[in-house]
């Protein structure tokens, strides 16, 4: 399986979370927000300007900058 | 601490949650809306206090704090990291709390107890809040509280504070809590208090090495003679250092913590524990284990909500912007528009008291520090609240149904291009109707970087008492043509280009603060994007009312203070006599019902005279003289630079001082033809006229940059504790006016009449 991330994730699709790179605070409050290995995620859809990217996990809506999505490493499902 | 006698002190409660979990509502609910509000000492950060109208046995009363609305205790920002001082007992200001509610939103129940997992291992008698009950069925969930109360062991108490339901079970609740507190009669078991065994806590998970370090540092800690709280030292091995000030560490030992900390992470390193990934996946396992069986989600798949519908609407590509724009257009109509009444009923208001104190008392120093100075300086604060007051309720509005997170959302992008963030918007807007409520909207921000470049922006954007000094210069210089076939108006154009100065300026100016003042790392965007619901109207009307208090009680006694102080740099050292004498023989001439029109008009015209001429020789007039060689470059004389300085304390002022120096008398406005008139005959000493269009499009460029407001220069005072960031707008935009009035004045001086 190739491994993608959420950036890549279209309207609609889901993956499920492998990891989050780096171990710096931006990846902390991404891990503290619910983004942790194993949750499936949903790209809900994106801004009016192509950035930034709405997801649902663990049960709300988040929203991410592309740069930040880029992080979270994911498997399709 | 635990036999303190408890009776004779009150008992503080801490409530804290996630944001969008409704915690203002209950807040309100429990306390009935007799919040106090203020700033914690030395940070940003809001501090709202209040007496809760419960009657304990153990304590005298019972203080409720509220704490910032965080996802987490790590003390990676000001509010987290006050939030974990409170809660430790460290805040100067703040008892520590005997007891901590929780709120979570039971919607949202995996990701709330992530901050109950970190609460509970401050091991204070906590009690848990489950919020939005009554939203449960209609996101087709199911949640068993009972068996959440016995997996977490603690007290659960199911809420929906917006319809203040469940409020009274909360109070009994933490009655009992409290009277069982140590240090009360009652106190027996841990059972039911809400304090968990070491063992039972998420971090009783967490890896071996990592563990047996915080128990070494612990120990180290407590023979430096300042034991830190486990949860503490935790905090300052996985958190990034620079945040974690805490107060209780002495300075003298600070480098040597440092040290010790940086070591003990290497030494973690190589036991395999992955800083700060470990924590959060811990704390993600005990909350996996303690709601199995608790909560019951309707299928896989994500149900299309109704929230997700008005989602597709408002955030699609052309009619969410669309929609969006209309909105800012609205509110910023509804500022301008809807504020001028109760703005014109306060200005009037302040006359007629000026008045009857006028008929009351005869001319002199009193009379006028009390109508020029007191009564027109509190005028000037009261003035602003109307504005305030509107743009805090659409802010409030918007807020409490969910939609400004969408907003910010939807601007981001074009924001993050200009270095700042979705967020920055709507303030940025709300401060071209004024900048007050627009600097103190930029509390939404939550990161600090794009606060502050945003508040010191914000003053550069068009504000609505710019206009009558546009509107003064365009109608006396800017010929009255139209171009391009007819279609627009020269005046037109150069007031739009006036409006538009200060926000194209803005740019560089923010990408300059972001690169040399505020460098660091990138901003961020994890936001939450909270269901829409209806919003509450006590929690609007509450909004309202905590900020037009804090404005009047904060800012407004500062205002207050410097109006006072420019009408005595206004008024002495001259003599006021001759003055007074006349203004006392006109009175009686204009309540004379028979009074000789021509009479006190040569009485108006003189005392006008006497008045230009003791402005001219007052410290505000000397100035005037002393600035003149400083603003010739501009194209301005002395008189101008007066009237410049006499407008620094509110740019609007300068429309009055132009009439008194030009012995028009004080009442003129924009529109005047006769104070239009006299600028346009005034001369330099050599007969050529002192305006001309380069004048007065310098004279418009410095006001469209400068910082001639001190109501501003106050609230950012306010908003960031330190004179040190109004001080700093207060140069870097006098500077930009200056260059920019200068460039201007040269530029057009070359083009039309090189």
Redesign the interface.
Known sequence: MVSITLNDLQEGQHGTILDVEGNDAIAARLLEMGLIPGEVVEMIGQAPMGDPVEFSVVGYRLSLRRIEARRVRIERT | MANRASSDRPATVALIGNPNTGKSSLFNALCGGQARVGNYPGVTVEHKTARMSLACSTFKSIELVDLPGT??L?A?SADEAVSVEVLCGEMPTVAKPDAVIVILDA?????NL?LLSQVLELQIPTLVALNMWDRLEKEGMKLDAQKLSESLGVRVVCTSASKRFGIAEVQSALLEILEQAPGSEKANSTDSRGVLERGALASASFPKAFLESVDELEAWFGAQGCPLERFQIERLL???SQAHSYRVIPKRISSEVAQRIATTREHLATQGV????F???AR?GWIKQRVVGVVE?QA?E?RVSTS?RI??WL????L??LFFIALMFLIFQSITAFASWPMDGIGFGTQWVGQRVEAMMAPGPLRSLLVDGIIAGVGAVLVFLPQIAILFFFIAVLEDCGYM?RAA??M???M?ALGMS?KSFLPLMSSFACAIPGIMATRTIENRRDRMVTMLIAPLMSCSARWPVYVLMVSAFVPKQAVLGGWVSVQGAVLFAMMCVGALVAIPVAWLLKRFVFPG??S????????YKWPSFRVVAMRVWERVLSFIARAGSLIFVTSVLVWAAAYFPGDHSLVDQATAKLEAEQADPNADEAKTQAWTSEINQLKSDLISKSYLGLAGQWIEPIVRPLGWDGKIGVAVLASFPAREVIVATLGTIYSLGGGQDETSQGLAENLRSATWPDGRPVYTLATACSIMVFFALCAQCVSTLVTIRRETNSWRWPIFSFVYMTTLAYLGAWIVYNLMSFWLDP
């Open positions: 996802y987490s790590s990676r919607t949202n129940l995996e990701r992530y996985i958190d990034d992955s800083i700060p990934l924590e959060t996946r993600y989600r896989r994500r997700d989602d597709r955030t699609h590509r052309w969410g912007l997170s959302f939807m981001d992008k074009f993050s979705g790392e990138p961020t965007f994890i936001m939450e994007l909270s269901s």
